[in-house]
């Protein structure tokens, strides 16, 4: 089925160890974005691309990086977790910046930093 | 800074018994707001995009209004089966530059007992 795949679906990780979450969509869009979910916060943007090889800070991007080589897929970096990082990680895409059909989303990460 | 706000946090309901979930906005250039539903452990699923005040979209049983501060999700003989996290969200900015960006509410829990 076409849509968003996010790998893995759960992490649990020691303070001070790093990770890539990785989201991969196949219907060919532009934009993709990363969200973090957390209890009585809703989703927060962390960063995001408006197409291969471009890549944007969002509302919370401090100690996240990302990367969009290729246009199917975004990757998301941890280079040192911290406890505060952990929360359910979402990826999402859309076709443009008119959100027409709204976002799709994956299913989710679930991290855990201890 | 975009804001949006929902309440109730949680709602309960009998099967059949209609109600409304509120979302309140406050957003520089409204360009879109969106309605989503989420499972749990699952990435939120697009449910309607309204655009302008005045504006109804209608799916099933569910049925979004928009104002110029607030929006309703109204549902109408609610089932079990719409037990769900309901999501409310606002893409800001005119002129093109939101990136389709969106931020979030906390979402309403949504409990249908039979």
């Known amino acids: 089925n076409a849509g968003v795949t996010q790998t893995p679906k759960f992490r649990v990780l020691k303070t001070g160890q790093s990770m890539t979450l990785l989201c991969a969509q196949d219907m060919n869009h532009e934009y993709m974005y990363w969200y973090r979910q957390d209890p009585g916060m809703g989703l927060r943007l962390i960063h995001y691309?408006?197409?291969?090889?471009?890549?944007a800070k969002g509302e919370v991007p401090d100690g996240y990086n990302v990367s969009r080589l290729k246009k199917q897929n975004f990757l998301l970096g941890l280079e040192s977790a911290a406890p505060s990082q952990t929360s359910v990680y979402f990826c999402a895409s859309s076709y443009g910046s008119h959100q027409y059909y709204g976002y799709t989303f994956g299913s989710g990460t679930r991290l855990t930093v201890v | 800074e975009d804001q949006v706000t929902q309440s109730p946090e949680a709602l309960r309901l009998q099967e059949g018994e209609s109600s409304s979930l509120n979302c309140s906005y406050t957003?520089?250039?409204?360009?879109?707001l969106f309605w989503y539903r989420q499972d749990p452990g699952k990435g939120p699923e697009f449910l309607f995009t309204?655009?302008?005040a005045g504006e109804e979209k209608e799916k099933e049983r569910l049925k979004a209004t928009l104002t110029k501060k607030e929006s309703f999700l109204h549902i109408t003989a609610p089932k079990p089966e719409d037990s769900a996290t309901y999501l409310c969200a606002v893409q800001a900015g005119a002129g093109g530059t939101s990136y389709g960006k969106l931020t979030f509410g906390q979402g309403t829990i949504l409990t249908v007992h039979p």
């Open positions: 691309s408006v197409g291969e090889g471009t890549t």
């Open positions: 309204l655009y302008s």
């Open positions: 957003v520089s250039g409204l360009r879109g």
